[in-house]
Every structure is written in C-alpha cells, then in structure tokens.
C-alpha cells in the first residue's frame, strides 16, 4: 500500500521553535526550528517509510476566511524574527531532503491538506498520515487518514483515527468543527461562545451532535448557559465556519508529484554542514558533499613517492617548489599525527613536462633522521628567504612544531584567503575551494581514508597520489585568490593581519599555559563538599531523598509532590531544563538551589575534570586551538579546551581561573581588556553626537543610556534602568528583536520594541547608521569592517521578507562586531611584533573575547603593563578613545 505523509508546515515550525532554546550557527542564523524540524523529519521517514510526501505552508497573511471574519487570526503575536528567517532555510532544508513543499495564495496548509485527504479518500491503496501541532485536523480523520497530533513539543506524537477520537472526546471527525463553534480557539482568534470551555462543548455535543442543535435547544438550557448560547449563536455558526478546513483548493499537483524517492546525501550533507548540524552529519555518515565529489578531469602532474632510499633526489627539487601540503591525521593539531608532506614543483626544463610533486612520508623522515636530506629539508622547512603557499598555516605550523619542525616563508594560505574571501562558506577545504574556482575536482578525504570506525591511511603509493593532487590545488588557487584579494581590497587585511596572526597564534598555543592541577584537584573537592550540601539542603527542602539528576524523579517531585504549574512536557515526561526551572524559581526555594546545584556539577565536570583531562604530561600546560576561520565576524574560536567559555558571572565559576598560573616561578599573570569595545565601535561608525559625548567624557554608557532613554537625571537612574539599557545598549549591536530583547529582561514584546524605539529616538545617529548601511549593502551586496573585511549579503534583495530581514540585521551589526574582531587581532600582532623587537622574556598566552593573557617575569611588570594598554588602546584610531584595564596577580583569577 502507498503512504503520503502530510506535514502542517507553519505548525510544526513554530512548536520546534519554542521547543527548543534558541540555537544558531557560527554565520548567526538561528537554527532552533530548523534542527528540531529536521529530527521530526527524520523520524518520520524511518518508522512511516513514506512512498509520498508533501509539507504544505501557510501562503501568507490574508485567506478566504478573512473576507468572512476581518479578526481572523488577530489576536497572534508578530512571528519573532529569529523564526521568520528559518522559514526559507526550511524550504531549502526540504529541497535538500527530497521533499516537496507547496503553498497557494488564499489558503492555508489545513486547506491544501484538506483536499488532499479529501482526494485521498475517493480512492483506495493509499494511506494518509496527518502530522500536525493543530487539533482543528482531527475532522480529516477516516479510515484511511491518521492525524499525528504533535505533544510535549514535537518529540512525541499521538495517533488520532476516527476510533480513537471517539474513544477520547466521544465525538465523529466532523464534530471537531462543531466543538471549535462552541468553545472557539483564542490562537486562531475565533470566538465561539463566551464561558463554553471544552468540558461544556463536550457536554453539550454529546447531547445535541452539533452546532445547529445546540442553538435550536437554547432555550431548554439550563441558567445562564441558554441566554448566552442564544445571545451569541451569530459568533457560534462563523466560528464553525472558520473552523471548517475548505477541501476544494483548485490544486495543480498530480500523486506522481509528491512521491517520494528519498535523499541524496551529498545534497543533505551540504545543507547540514551549512547549518552546523554537527550530530546529525556523523549520526547519518553523510558523505563530504559536493565540493568533495571527484570527477573525471584530474589534475595532469607527476607524483614521486620519496622512500628511505631516495632521500637524496628531495634536496634538488626543493629550489623549485612553489607549493607545500602538510597532511595532519586528527582534529586537535596539538596531538594529531603529521602524515606526509607533499611538494609541488613546475617541473624540469622541458615545457611540455608535467609537474612535478614529491611525497614523502612522515616516518621516513623520522627513521631517516640523522640523514643530511632531512637535516637540509628542516633547515629549508625553517627559511624565512623562500616564498610558498599552504593551506591552513596555522594548523601545519603547530602539528610540525610538536615534531620539533619549524615553518618558515609562508607567504600565501589558500584557506585564510578563501575564508576572506567568502566567511560564509563552509566548504573551505581544498576541493570544495577548487570547485568554487572551476579546479578540478579532488576526491573527499573519506574517500581516499574512510571515516570514524572505518578510517584506515593506505598504501604510501595512493597516498603519494592524493596528496600530491592536494600540493598542486594549493598551487592552482594561490594566483587566483590572490587576484581576488586584490580587488576585494583585503591585501592588506590579509598579508598584514590575517597572516602574521596564524603565526602569532601557533605560538601562543604551543607555549600554552600552565594549570595547577593540585589546586585543580582541590577546587573539584570542594565543589564536592559544595554539591552534597547543596543536595541536603533540597532533600530537606521536600522531606525525602530523591536522584537529582534524574529528570523523571525531579519532575515528580516538582509537579505532583509540590505541585507546582507545569511548564512543558518532554517524550518521557515533565521537562526539568533551565528554562522551565527558571520560571518556577519564584514558586519553591528548592528551584533555585537545583539551579545551583546544576551549575556546580557543569563545573565539576566540564571544567575540573575536562580540564585536567586537557593537561599535556609534557608540559602540566593547557594548549589551546584557536580556529581563525569560522566565525563570519572574524572572532577566534577556541578548542581543545574552549578557554573562552570559562564562566565568569558566579564566583565558583571564576574560582576556576585560579588554577591558571604562571609557568615560571616569580612571574606573573598580566591581564588586558577592552572596555566596551564594540559600543565604541558603534559610537564610530555611527557618529551618533550622544555616545561619542558619553565616551569622550569617560561616563558609563549604560547610565548615560538609561538618562536619556528614561529621561532621567544620572542620580536618578537606578540598577534596573541601568540593567535595561545595557541590555538594549548590547542588543542593538548584535541586532537583536523586540522577541529577543523580552527573553533577556523578562517583559513583553510590545514593552520590548517600545524600549527600543525609544532608544533610536534618542540616539538618532544610531539610527541613521542602521538606515544608511542596509542601503550600501542592498546596493554594493556586501558590508565591511573599517579594515576591509566583507561579508556578502545575498539575500539583502531577496523578495522573501524572512530572508531579507535577516540579510539587513547582518549588515548591521557585522561591521560593529567585525571591527571590534579587527581591533584585537591588530593588537595581538602588534604587541608581538612589539615584544620581540624589545627582546621581552614576557610571554602572550591567550585570547578570550576582547582580553589578552600574558605571563610576565616581575621586573618586566611595569614594562608590560605600559606597552601592553598602549598597544591596545592605539591599535586602530577610532573618533572615540579605546579604553583598556590591566591588571595583573599571581593567577589568572586574582589578575581579574
């Protein structure tokens, strides 16, 4: 028998939304619904096995029914903007999936469903499946027609068939319509008749059977009831006729249309590496997708395998080669494997030879190593006098520095160049950037090695072949990024930042620095002590002993043996997450202290027993890895450990910076940070009178904000006029929404967007900057920093307002974020240009945010502490002075 499944599209979007926290992806897109849209999806294509499939959407605002009832619908919050722009993604996502998706002018998803379950019943053979957050489609139910009703979110479905809705309501499929008649829906703004709540409509469909009966019977009710169904039997018969899902939409899609054949996977995978679903593409074992797709046009070079006993043909090729590629076994660059590197050359003298491409296998030059070949290519590897492309400088710099290799003459990087060149992109290995220059293609490294349980290196001649295509790709891209840099005026971003920083950082982590691990271990039984009290203290709270880490016992204890107000629900019960706790803090004091008792045991585990798991023996250090191409604003990311989440805002989260200390004795831990540095930033760009006069004057911007939000004078401010107006202050760089803004403070949306309003008011040049540089985009396509570095803009013309929304949120707060990037990055650069030219002993550890970490012998104190702020706060000049706090103690913590 065939199956069509059927998805209420809107619905399902929208319970995904608000089912899962808000989650976004290193480009900023938010991706909440889409992931949760994707989990539904996949779920549904195991266990229906679908051989049809369609996801139907609302087409827009104004339906049929709209011409009947003006309110329909009225009473709905404007769709939060971090929804919105899921929507075309969505469709993309679909696309990608193989699945159709249809929407029609005039009419809702329920209505293009409805027609074709209608369809469907006028035939046999063909099984329907509903899925939908919307009970109005239980009238759809038939024989042949389940309707999935979602619950608890959308991780649990319940089946409804004619049976089923008999058994819970005691009513037929189409009774649904009249029960919406009687009791209305407030979602959808349709009336129904005051004080009729489903208990009575039951009640009163259970006597009658419909609509119509019940107001010929108005009279024969008993009390006020007969009054108000008389009263209102005008709002009783539209409701019912809102309610009724129209089964005749004029479609134009044949069965043939909706089959379903099922996905490719280069095309799933692309769409999620896009959105960083990182869990699903290893779940799934999607291939590398289309920039790792090989292809029959090859790279036409000659590849020389160098063996133990061939040494001596290396030191001749390398007067030549243009091009190196250092392949690195692992994710982590400090503990992978170097494999082999591979030179590329222009070949002999003959111009009709091919390239030629030496391999050479890391362990050959390990065996080898007291050959004068070996001794000569390190010495050459080390030159600063050749010139040579890579890609990644920054990871083959670091994995070569842990075999005691330096790299030296780097003067391009083909992926640092194509990050540049498009941030976006998340295909920035070496096929998927010879596939956006129109290279030929390379094979994915899957599958030349396989993957994850399967992973295997082959033999040193397939590797020597693959490799060496690699080199000549590095070789190939060079010129042409390089020409693109150029007219993208980034040469001096790239040659002057981007690349001298790859080196800066490849020092910095291979220094690492030092943890404590005694005082490591210390803390981590204390938080011990801190754990147990806290869970004596909860257990007495509620009178009995319980697993509080359970979620189904906590649930129970919260919500039948406290009784405090459900939430939400989960597919094994009641949901105990941040969220849900947070809103029931003011109900118990045991909330608050699982609250904490969570928050303790994360940095019990994440950060004492990950962190000492992340100490090298070598070293009794931390080596951190900074990505420096992920992010489309230009901040680094940290690994392996991420040094830049360590929690900050409670004391036992800061107590964990304690174990950070210095690696030599009498030295200390120098720290520097901005001070509000993107709000600086913004006062720039903007030239908005009222912030360049708050931060020329040293006031602090949030109190000036909240003065002139609130109109108050500056001893009239209070904390919660200031904690608004940082809220706002910090909200308007990352543009953020009336939705967002009402999360972050705990109001309504519509006190939210007056807030706001209120501040563009005030800060008119703000506003201004916001209008003019959503024009420059839509007409150049992209924005940049004050140093030139471009995020293209696709979607700022685009019809879709969802996409477009989203495009202009982006050029708004990309130039703000990305300079502050820029600002940072320029002073780390400096400051080690700065340190080695004075021959300092001190050392600069890491980067977190808008703070560098140094550590620093104590005569050179003072020394540092001078060069370091000078540094930072003359790194760029902006309108308005960049202010920087140093301090500095026997760790980390007491430098903060």
């Not at 929804?83 to 998803?109: K, M, N, T």
């Not at 295909?427 to 994850?452: H, I, N």
Request: hydrophobic content about 40%; some cysteine; charged content about 25%.
């Amino acid at each position: 028998m065939s199956k069509l499944v059927l998805i209420d599209g809107n619905s399902i979007a929208y319970r995904a939304f608000f089912a899962l926290p808000l989650l976004s992806n290193s480009q900023g897109l938010h991706t909440n619904a889409l992931f949760g849209f994707t989990t539904m999806l996949l779920k549904l294509l195991e266990e229906q096995k679908p051989t049809h499939f369609l996801v139907a959407f609302d087409a827009g605002k104004a339906t049929f029914r709209h011409k009947d009832y003006a309110e329909y619908k009225g009473g709905r919050e404007k769709t939060p903007p971090e929804l919105s722009e899921q929507f075309p993604v969505l469709r993309e996502l679909l696309s990608s999936f193989g699945i159709r998706h249809f929407e029609l002018d005039g009419y809702e998803a329920d209505d293009i469903i409805g027609t074709l379950t209608q369809m469907a019943d006028e035939q046999n053979g063909l099984e329907v499946v509903v899925v939908t957050g919307d009970k109005d489609m239980l009238q759809l139910a038939s024989s042949q027609v389940t309707i999935a009703l979602t619950r608890k979110g959308i991780s649990e479905v319940e089946l409804f068939d004619p049976a089923h809705i008999d058994e819970k309501y005691g009513l037929k499929p189409l009774q649904i319509i009249d029960l919406k008649g009687l009791m209305g829906d407030p979602s959808d703004n349709i009336p129904g008749i005051p004080g009729v709540g489903e208990k009575t409509a039951l009640k009163l469909l259970h006597e009658y059977g419909s609509v119509e009966q019940v107001l010929e019977h108005a009279a024969s009710l008993k009390g006020k009831m007969g009054e108000k169904v008389a009263q209102h039997a005008g709002d009783a018969r539209l409701s019912k006729q809102l309610a009724t899902i129209f089964r005749e939409v004029p479609l134009d899609l044949g069965w043939d249309e909706l089959k379903y054949t099922g996905y490719e996977g280069y095309a799933l995978g692309d769409m999620f590496r896009r959105l960083e679903f990182k869990s699903l593409l290893e779940k799934m074992d999607l291939g590398a997708g289309a920039a790792g797709q090989d292809s029959s046009e090859a790279l036409d070079i000659e590849p020389v395998l160098i063996t133990a006993n061939r040494l001596d043909t290396l030191a001749e090729a390398l007067k030549d080669v243009s091009a190196l590629h250092v392949e690195v076994i692992g994710d982590n660059p400090h503990i992978s494997e170097v494999l082999g590197l591979a030179f590329y050359t222009g070949g002999s003298e003959q111009a009709a030879a091919k390239p030629v491409c030496y391999y050479v296998p890391f362990r050959v030059l390990k065996e080898q190593a007291a050959h004068t070949s070996v001794a000569a290519l390190k010495q050459w590897l080390a030159s600063e006098d050749k010139s040579i492309a890579v890609h990644d400088l920054h990871r083959v710099f670091v994995a070569l520095s842990w075999e005691d290799y330096t790299l030296g003459g780097v003067k391009f990087d083909t992926l640092l160049a194509g990050y540049l060149l498009d941030p976006t992109d998340s295909a920035l290995t070496l096929g998927g950037l010879s596939k956006r220059y129109g290279l030929p293609s390379l094979p994915a490294d899957e599958d030349v090695f396989g993957k994850g349980a399967k992973f295997k290196v082959p033999d040193d001649e397939t590797v020597c072949g693959y490799l060496c295509r690699k080199a000549a790709a590095v070789e190939l891209l060079a010129p042409k990024q390089k020409e693109a840099i150029e007219s993208a005026g980034m040469a001096s971003l790239f040659y002057e930042l981007e690349l001298p920083l790859a080196l800066v950082l490849s020092e910095m982590e291979r220094k690492g620095i030092r943890v404590d691990a005694e005082e490591l271990k210390r803390y981590g039984q204390e938080l011990a002590g801190r754990l147990e009290e806290i869970m004596q203290s909860i257990y007495e709270s509620v009178g009995m002993e319980f697993n509080i880490n359970s979620p189904k016992q906590l649930g129970e204890i919260l919500f039948e043996k406290l009784e405090l107000p459900i939430v939400k629900k989960t597919k094994t019960g009641y949901s105990t997450d941040a969220e849900v706790l947070e809103k029931l803090e003011p109900y118990h004091p045991m909330v608050g202290n699982i609250l904490h008792y969570r928050t303790l045991a994360k940095l019990q585990s994440t950060y004492v027993e990950g962190l000492l798991k992340e100490v090298r023996p070598g070293t009794g250090k931390v080596h951190t890895y900074y990505r420096q191409t992920i992010a489309a604003t230009g901040r680094l990311s940290s690994q392996y450990p991420n040094l830049q989440n360590i929690p900050i805002r409670l004391e036992e989260g800061r107590k964990i910076r304690k174990v950070f200390v210095p690696s030599e004795p009498g030295w200390r831990i120098l720290t520097a940070d901005y001070s509000q540095i993107e709000l600086r930033v913004l006062a720039h760009i903007s030239q908005d009178e009222k912030l360049i006069e708050a931060f020329r004057n040293d006031m602090d911007i949030h109190t000036k904000t909240a003065m002139d939000v609130f109109g108050v004078t500056e001893s009239e401010v209070d904390s919660n006029m200031r904690r608004q107006a940082k809220a706002v202050n910090f909200g308007i760089v990352y543009g953020i929404s009336d939705y967002g803004l009402s999360q972050n403070l705990n109001i309504t949306r519509k006190d939210a967007a007056k807030f706001i309003e209120q501040y563009f008011a005030v800060f008119q040049g703000v506003r201004a900057y916001m209008d003019d540089i959503v024009k420059k985009a839509r007409q150049d396509g992209y924005v940049t920093t004050l140093l030139q570095r471009r995020r293209y803009l696709p979607e700022i013309n685009a019809s879709n307002f969802n996409l477009r929304s989203f495009a202009e949120r982006t050029a708004m707060n990309t130039p703000i974020q990305g300079t502050a990037a820029d600002i940072i990055k320029l002073a780390m650069v400096q400051l080690d240009e700065r340190m080695k030219r004075e021959g300092v002993r001190s050392r600069m550890l890491l980067q977190v945010h808008d703070e560098l970490v140094l550590e620093v012998p104590e005569e050179e104190l003072g020394l540092m502490r001078a060069m370091v702020a000078e540094v930072m706060e003359h790194a760029l000049k902006l309108d308005v002075p960049l202010k920087v706090e140093a301090d500095d103690g026997a760790n980390w913590y007491e430098a903060k």
